[in-house]
């Protein structure tokens, strides 16, 4: 395997060192597959796909697909005008899913997103760039209707205090925060029945 330095695989990939760093954050498989030599970290040439979007479809699509989602998202994605990929190309901190305990319509969870999006902007809108995406859709099991929303935050160091807030905000529902994963299309999921007037929005 091909290894270069940090310094020569941020301009290869064409990318920054945050950039860099912040995806083996979130991906430490791929960190294990780095090393260490003469005192210095090694990075995988190979890795430089995982920042090029065009090479990292065409490889999926090279493969044999047999999962539907899969298929459909590669679909999504290939087309770069399509919202699920200008999306997919932004950083994401968390994906969150809101099941409230009382039965809630269209209007009342649009209202309650941008509150909470209002609160968390005021909060800590001075120290680090807050960015929500959201969509509203029904229970399958019950009537009324749920969130389920991406939020970046861009300082590390407030997201804990962030997702207490988000759980405070939420303190009579049931919230479940994970921490974002591109590789399991959260998004395309949010996406999958197309967006309608009062079902989403982007905040920040």
Same mark, same amino acid.
């Given at each position: 395997? +091909?290894?270069?330095?940090? @310094? !020569?695989?941020?301009?290869?990939? &064409?990318?920054?060192? *945050?950039?860099?760093?912040?995806?083996?954050?979130?991906?430490?498989?791929?960190?294990?597959?780095?090393?260490?030599?003469? &005192?210095?970290?090694?990075?995988?040439?190979?890795?430089?796909?995982?920042?090029?979007?065009? +090479?990292?479809?065409?490889?999926?699509?090279?493969?044999?697909?047999?999962?539907? *989602?899969?298929?459909?998202?590669? #679909?999504?994605?290939?087309?770069?005008?399509?919202?699920?990929?200008?999306?997919? =190309?932004?950083?994401?901190?968390?994906?969150?899913?809101?099941?409230?305990?009382?039965?809630?319509?269209?209007? *009342?969870?649009?209202?309650?997103?941008?509150?909470?999006?209002?609160?968390?902007?005021?909060?800590?809108?001075?120290?680090?760039?807050?960015?929500?995406?959201?969509? #509203?859709?029904?229970?399958?099991?019950?009537?009324?209707?749920?969130?389920?929303?991406?939020?970046?935050?861009?300082?590390?160091?407030?997201?804990?205090?962030?997702?207490? =807030?988000?759980?405070?905000?939420? !303190?009579? @529902?049931? +919230? @479940?925060?994970?921490?974002?994963?591109?590789?399991?299309?959260?998004?395309?999921?949010?996406?999958?029945?197309?967006?309608?007037?009062?079902?989403?929005?982007?905040?920040?």
């Amino acid at each position: 395997m +091909v290894y270069e330095k940090i @310094d !020569e695989f941020v301009v290869t990939a &064409g990318i920054s060192r *945050s950039t860099l760093y912040r995806f083996y954050k979130k991906n430490e498989e791929f960190w294990s597959e780095t090393k260490i030599k003469s &005192g210095r970290r090694m990075i995988p040439a190979m890795h430089a796909k995982y920042f090029d979007s065009e +090479v990292l479809f065409d490889e999926l699509k090279t493969t044999k697909l047999e999962n539907k *989602s899969l298929r459909n998202l590669i #679909t999504y994605l290939a087309d770069k005008d399509t919202l699920c990929r200008t999306l997919w =190309d932004l950083d994401w901190s968390f994906f969150v899913t809101v099941a409230y305990q009382a039965e809630r319509n269209k209007k *009342s969870c649009f209202r309650l997103m941008h509150l909470l999006n209002d609160e968390l902007t005021e909060k800590y809108g001075d120290d680090t760039k807050i960015r929500m995406f959201f969509t #509203t859709e029904p229970f399958t099991n019950r009537k009324g209707y749920h969130n389920h929303f991406t939020l970046y935050v861009e300082n590390k160091k407030l997201e804990p205090l962030v997702c207490n =807030d988000i759980r405070k905000f939420f !303190e009579y @529902d049931r +919230v @479940d925060i994970a921490a974002y994963d591109m590789f399991q299309a959260g998004l395309f999921y949010m996406t999958k029945e197309g967006l309608e007037g009062e079902d989403w929005d982007i905040l920040g």
